[in-house]
């Protein structure tokens, strides 16, 4: 991101421009003619799903958290489905980075968008891609694993028995899906990984203190290195996706250990992002100080949730909500994800 820009600095001092389109720095008559792209002036979706159950049987007999999954959660069926679906109905999925460009003094500029002819603008987004201790017992994966470089689901089936997975979540399920359809991503792109920290990422217990929190952060660090190079950006969820968000009540000193922490026990293992995946959604409303503090802090595009396709450009900021792909939409709003998505679940 920081050698990106910094590279787009020297390319706009050149070229005397006040903005560099890291992706369409050429005239756009010459990006349709030569890339056989045309300019996209629709509608650009984002979704995004949780962890993926890999055992329905097993989350519906975790009793304590079975309404939870139920309404937070899509299986991997589903998710295999829907892919296929969003695939067949002409979306791509699109790298969200190419939508703005930012100039020295920190102003955004939406970006014209590209796209090959007929195809739709996706973005995917995963939220809590933690694996939580409290979700060991629902039919999830454990973690993200590499097998010969590859990232892979590590999963212990009922049976007790680890076993490691091309199908376990969505990482492994759309890196495999763009490798047998690659007109399902424009460039290789994939989505936004947005991860909290009070539990770890990716599976591993990052946040340990002792010297097993050295191994888990020594051994995430591969895997975050081969999601990067496969089309996959990381966010900010907050550290702690405490209760605080989600009442609108976190205090500014709140809000700054809130992103200390994430910069110190996160930032340092997955690198700087300008983007921050609001917990429950909340990315505060426009002009509440809270927001101001997140751009401070180099937080400058935000993603919250709602099927209102809410997509705002403000002077130095973005905001964007996104639709959860999950059992309470799927129940609840199955037209609205019919006729926006082309989703049906038959
Ligand atoms: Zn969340």
Known sequence: MRKIFLSGLLFAVILGSGYFFAQNFFSPKVAEAESGLVKYNGKIQHIFVHSLIIYPEKAQSDTDNATGYRDNMITVKQFETIIQELYDNNFILINSQSLYSFNANGKIKQNTLYLPKGKRPLILSLDDLSYYPYMKNGGFANKLVLDNGIVKTEVITPEGKKTITNDGDA??????????HPDFSQDG?????????????????????????????????????????TGWIFASHSFTHNQVFLRETISTAELAKDISKWKAQVESLVGPTNIFVGPFGEVFKEGDSRRQQLIDAGF???????????????????????????????????????????????
């Open 171 to 180: 990482v492994p399920i759309v890196d495999e899906f763009v490798k047998e």
């Open 300 to 346: 400058n595009v935000f993603y919250g949730v709602g099927l209102d396709g809410y997509f705002k450009f403000f002077s130095d900021h973005f905001v964007m909500n996104r639709i959860d792909i999950d059992g309470y939409r799927l129940t609840h709003n199955p037209k609205t994800l019919f006729r926006m998505f082309g989703i049906s679940m038959k």
């Open 189 to 229: 792109a994939k989505g936004i990984i947005a991860l909290t920290g009070f539990q770890g990422i990716l599976g591993y217990r990052t946040q340990l203190k002792n010297a097993q929190g050295d191994v888990e952060r020594a051994s995430v660090l591969p895997v975050v290195d081969a999601l990067k190079k």
